[in-house]
């Protein structure tokens, strides 16, 4: 069933032209993927495909099937600031929706009558799943004060106060607008998982290279005003957009040797079984295996000197940091080595970024001591951007740190230069700031980091609102980058290719330094069950691979998880039975959806291993 198609649409702004007289089908169950540089026009066709955006052409047709529901999530989207997050995480036409969020008024509110009429009415539409389906959703995206004001969010928690009303919408049909920003590595872990259900139609603009490899099986990229379909992943679209470009004779040399090297990256990562029951431990042993092979990157094509480092890098001493009952360190103490590269994780709200602001001088430890080396010149890219630039042109915004920089082996690279290495043309270098897309200022911003040759270099999130060819040609600069490198990212492939060791921010002031890249982590936390002092969680082992020698041996073990899963079956009802109480407190409400998510997940881990022994046993 094809549930959109669009017919010789253009759309152009002044004289520039987004695309041209391009045509596309969306059916039921696809999955699509849109890639396309920054200010290119990606967030433009989104626009046109939900029915915000105008089209022109005489011929151009937007054609939508009858009676789908479409959902459409934007990079910033807007609520009226006074309304709960109650209210709008249920903005819906969905009866099942409408009644869940009169539910939970009457919960906030303590209205039996009110309780017992909607609960009366979702009995009757047989809405049996949405209650723990709404939890979950919230749970996983951290959303728990429902009565909070939406003027109190910040811009990520807004965004996924967006994400979750779509999700709880369900419709059937998603048009996400780069879906993995302000979301932390566990949250997009989930929503992956989410998105890869066969009954979702998919539509999307994300950088997540990850994601595009595990979700999609459709890539169309949007190329100087043309539409190029591939069907399957994104290692497949590398392989066939290599093949494409070889056959024109593409004079873009820099780009297909860019998409040649990520080629070469994806090629050596193991093909993705064909079983449907799959093992998530099994998954993210074939992501160790894959991100441990190290490539032989091809010689960059320019190495910027960066200033000398001298033996003394930065130490910190028993440094302890809090904000109010909010623990970020406790009597933490490392001293950082040369050439040191560093990933920074946790769930949002850990104190990552204030990490970063201890480390350059901007917070001060409230006790310890940073020692930072005389010689180090820091490089602090931060999520704010470029501020009070928007009246200067692009080059003047370079050449207002220096008019060259200095190369290795006494080469100099000019502003210009180095304007066109990170993919602004000379023509583009003479526009204002303020006419940028967002992903081009933020690619402007990290340009003038970069131009102050720092031997210490932080980024934080750098690859938001970035196109998949700027993080390339970031990947190779950093790949050759001589100096400490420190990165917080959401980003997992962008994190694996660079970083050889972990600070995990774990709560109450406590970093773990792990010895490795972001996926042998994950594949190791993945045979612990994580632990909670407030609530009781069974005590489950995650299932794992096992050589089984007889299917005696194997019918033990489907025993074993028969009786997992009916624990966690009656566990998940004894929570949905809380729910009910309509004298529960906040903190427990909030303790028990994060606990039903913990008993989701384990479930449906539980269920697939199963299901894996079930299929050998025949």
């Known amino acids: ?43 433009t066709l989104l626009k046109v495909l939900a029915g915000e955006e105008s089209v022109e052409g005489e011929n151009a047709k937007v054609i939508i099937a009858k009676d789908i529901r479409i959902a459409y999530l934007l990079q910033d989207p807007q609520f009226n600031e006074e309304e709960s997050i109650l209210a709008a995480v249920y903005q819906s036409d969905q009866p099942a929706v409408k009644a869940f969020r009169l539910y939970e008024e009457a919960m906030l509110n303590g209205d039996q009558s009110g309780i017992q009429k909607q609960l009366g009415i979702l009995e009757e539409l047989e809405a049996w799943d949405i209650e723990s389906r709404v939890r979950e959703v919230l749970g996983r995206l951290s959303i728990t004060r429902l009565d909070q004001k939406m003027g109190e969010l910040s811009g990520g928690q807004v965004k996924r106060v967006a994400l979750a009303k779509i999700l709880i919408d369900d419709p059937d049909f998603l048009i996400l607008d780069e ?21 979702i139609t998919l539509f999307m603009v994300t950088h997540d290279r990850y994601f ?32 494409r470009m070889t056959s024109e004779g593409s004079n873009l040399i820099k780009m297909q040797r860019l998409f040649t090297k990520e080629l070469d990256w994806m090629r050596r990562q193991p093909k993705a079984r064909t079983t449907k029951a799959k093992s998530r431990i099994d998954q993210f042993e074939i992501i160790k295996e894959k991100a441990s092979e190290k490539i032989v990157a091809d010689a960059p094509e320019f190495i910027i000197q960066s200033a000398r480092l001298g033996s003394k890098i930065l130490e910190m001493h028993n440094v302890s940091k809090s904000f109010d009952d909010t623990q970020i360190l406790s009597e933490f103490s ?114 003038t980091i970069l131009m102050k040759n720092p031997n210490f270099l932080i980024l934080d999130e750098p690859t938001n609102d970035l196109d998949i060819i700027t993080l390339n ?36 002031g406590f970093i773990r330094d792990f010895n490795g890249t972001y996926t042998d982590y994950i594949s190791e936390k993945m045979n612990i069950i994580p632990e909670t002092t407030t609530v009781k969680q069974p ?80």
């Open 1 to 43: 069933m094809q549930y959109l198609q669009v017919e010789n649409i253009s759309k152009s702004f002044g004289d520039k032209i987004l695309f041209s007289n391009i045509s596309l089908t969306i059916s039921k169950g696809e999955k699509i993927a849109l890639i396309a540089k920054n200010g290119s026009g990606k967030t």
């Open 179 to 199: 879906p993995t920003n302000h979301l932390d590595l566990e949250m997009i872990e989930w929503l992956e998982q989410y998105l890869a259900q066969n009954k």
């Open 212 to 243: 595009l490899e595990r979700v999609c099986n459709t890539i169309i990229e949007l190329d100087r005003g043309q539409l190029y379909t591939y069907r399957g992943n994104y290692s497949q679209y590398l392989e066939k957009r290599e093949m």
């Open 334 to 447: 490392y001293k950082f080595k040369k050439n040191e590269r560093l990933g920074i994780i946790g769930p949002n709200g850990a104190g990552k970024s204030s990490f970063l602001h201890l480390i350059t001088g901007i917070l001060a430890p409230d006790i310890g001591r940073i020692v930072v080396g005389e010689t180090i010149v820091f490089g602090h890219y931060t999520q704010e951007g470029l501020t009070d630039a928007s009246h200067k042109k692009v080059v003047d915004v370079i050449r207002d740190i220096a008019e060259y920089i200095p190369l290795e082996k006494g080469l100099k690279l000019t502003a210009e230069s180095l304007l066109e290495k990170f993919l602004f043309p000379r023509s583009q270098q003479q526009v204002y700031v303020s006419q940028l897309s967002g992903g081009e200022k933020r690619r402007l911003h990290l340009l």
């Open 473 to 508: 040609v970031l990947e190779e600069y950093l790949e050759s980058y001589k100096g400490v490198l420190v990165i917080v990212t959401h980003d997992r492939y962008f994190m694996d290719k660079l970083v050889d060791h972990l600070f995990i921010m774990e709560g109450n």
């Open 539 to 618: 005590q489950v082992k995650s299932p794992h691979p096992v050589k089984l020698k007889s299917f005696d041996t194997e019918r033990k073990e489907l025993k074993k998880l028969e009786k997992v899963i009916e624990s966690l079956e009656k566990r998940k009802e004894e929570i949905n039975q809380f729910f009910l109480n309509p004298n529960l407190e906040a903190s427990s409400i909030e303790e028990l959806s994060k606990e039903l998510g913990y008993i989701l997940r384990t479930l449906e881990e539980t269920e697939e291993k199963w299901m894996e022994l079930a299929e050998i046993i025949g």
